[in-house]
């Protein structure tokens, strides 16, 4: 590690020592560890209801603790799927498949040790890789023009859209439907209503939060809305359950530095899920190992290789969303957009522009990860019984949040009705198996891809062999199109009966009845 990382990086951490700082990220840590336990609930759900109070918060605390709220549910979420069999998002679908047989086995807290374990050291990995790749960062940073931004903001949009769950034609319908969205309202140039339908209230624009309280909050509650099932559970833990005996954690090592690579890898690439991260783990360890026949009756590596891609790549999400503006998937997206309502535009500028942020989040990362250890290891029975809570009393409770939240922003009831429309066009598309992730990834990047494609043409005169004569541009568009290529290709593949795909048993992501 340089010595100007070493100084920024103590710099950072002077942010993050800060009180009101510290008492943020906190915050974020614990309500996210609270709503990743709960079943239906997870950061997206999170974030969108706490997204209002940034409105009136410095920058800094305000990304601190929507970060801190990203990666304290990432652990909650695991608590759910290890003991109950209850993921509550997908990408803890995976750690079920060894987490709860091992819970049956009695050792549910050996599975949460190891998860505890793998999340800290993932995530040091993760923030290490960020201090190194930051001041390579800056260096290319005043290379990126308008033309650059737009290639790779286009490769972005792609990779969000393609590698989304379901069928990618499906994605790519999803992000044109947020990119149309994200046009709504003035034009910045021409001062004409786009899409506006003649309603003032519309002038400047769609909120992104009633976007996303609607698609990730009330689009949520409306599919769950007749769920009765009282989740119960006999599950017992102490303290010195969770301690993993120096054989289990010889077992857990590798496919832990394992699971960290592939999540360090598709934390860097844009539009990759953690969803594809904790599977492709999961077929990593299955695949190397003697005897795969055992996955599925509780694997220690079955949990420890996907629980440390999950959380590695938590880590490394921020930097294209931080460095590049390309968020890797609709938290990031939901991030991203966080910043822009502060008026701070990411991108390759943002280190040097705004150091404060940059380098006390990833201080702020360390501190984050420690108080989810000292957190999780008394309250993992506060969990257990939060889980039991009925969710005829977490649906209003929710719903009141929400509408509050919403209210507040403006002052407008209009706001109110964007998020009740939204809500339930989100419920109708997930009840018809569309990601809506990519709708609000087109929805923020959209406005910021027509500004740089506007002004590369601007600056060429029209000429859109601009897009390939710059080699950075280029090379992303190379990029974009090979993309197309490999998702064409694998879905006639699959189309043709060609592909072999991990059977996974069907899970209900809120309860299993």
């Not at 695991?78 to 047989?101: E, M």
């Not at 003649?198 to 007749?226: C, K, Q, R």
Request: hydrophobic share 50%; net charge neutral; charged share 10%.
């Amino acid at each position: 590690m340089t010595a100007n990382a070493l100084h920024d990086l103590w710099f950072g951490f002077g942010v993050a020592f800060q009180g009101s700082n510290l008492m943020w990220s906190f915050f974020g840590v614990l309500m996210g560890n609270l709503i990743g336990v709960l079943p239906g609930m997870g950061a997206l759900s999170a974030i969108s209801i706490l997204l209002p109070l940034t409105y009136a918060m410095h920058p800094v605390p305000a990304i601190l603790m929507l970060a801190g709220i990203f990666y304290g549910s990432q652990y909650g979420g695991a608590i759910g799927a290890i003991l109950l069999n209850l993921p509550s998002h997908p990408p803890h679908a995976v750690t079920c498949l060894d987490g709860y047989p091992m819970t049956r086995a009695g050792k549910g807290g050996t599975a949460l040790g190891i998860t505890m374990i793998c999340s800290f050291f993932a995530a040091s990995v993760g923030i290490i890789v960020m201090i190194f790749a930051s001041p390579l960062l800056t260096e290319i940073s005043f290379k990126f023009g308008p033309t650059e931004i737009f290639s790779i903001m286009l490769l972005g949009l792609l990779a969000g859209s393609t590698m989304s769950r379901g069928s990618p034609l499906k994605g790519v319908a999803m992000t044109l439907f947020g990119l149309i969205c994200g046009v709504v309202g003035t034009d910045v140039n021409s001062g004409t209503f786009r899409l506006a339908m003649d309603i003032p209230d519309l002038s400047d624009g769609l909120e992104l939060v009633a976007i996303a309280m609607g698609l990730f909050g009330v689009a949520d509650f409306l599919l769950n809305v007749n769920r009765m099932t009282v989740v119960t559970s006999k599950t017992k833990l102490r303290i010195r359950d969770m301690r993993p005996t120096w054989a289990e954690l010889k077992t857990a090592f590798w496919p832990m530095v394992r699971g960290t690579g592939v999540g360090t890898l598709f934390g860097a690439m844009p539009g990759t899920g953690p969803t594809i991260t904790t599977f492709v783990a999961y077929a990593l360890e299955r695949k190397i190992s003697k005897t795969p026949e055992k996955f599925g009756t509780g694997m220690i590596a079955g949990v420890a290789g996907p629980e440390a891609s999950a959380h590695s790549k938590t880590q490394v999400d921020f930097i294209p969303t931080m460095s590049l503006g390309i968020p890797g998937d609709a938290v990031m997206a939901l991030i991203l957009g966080a910043l822009m309502i502060q008026g701070i535009a990411p991108g390759p500028q943002l280190i040097s522009d705004h150091p404060d942020i940059f380098w006390g989040l990833i201080a702020s990362f360390w501190i984050g990860n420690l108080l989810l250890i000292v957190l999780n290891v008394p309250l993992i029975g506060v969990w257990v019984k939060l889980l039991q809570v009925p969710y005829r009393y977490l649906f209003p409770s929710a719903m009141f949040f929400i509408v509050v939240g919403v209210f507040s922003t403006q002052n407008s009831l209009f706001q109110i009705w964007e998020v009740l429309a939204f809500g339930v066009i989100g419920a109708l598309l997930m009840w018809l198996e569309f990601s809506v992730a990519p709708i609000l990834l087109g929805f923020v990047l959209g406005p910021m891809v027509e500004e740089n494609f506007r002004r590369s043409l601007l600056l060429s005169r029209g000429d859109m062999m601009v897009f390939v004569n710059r080699p950075i541009s280029c090379a992303f568009m190379v990029l974009s199109a090979l993309l197309l290529i490999g998702v064409t290709y694998s879905a006639l593949r699959a189309r043709s009966g060609g592909n072999n795909r991990i059977q996974v048993p069907e899970t209900d992501l809120a309860v299993n009845e």
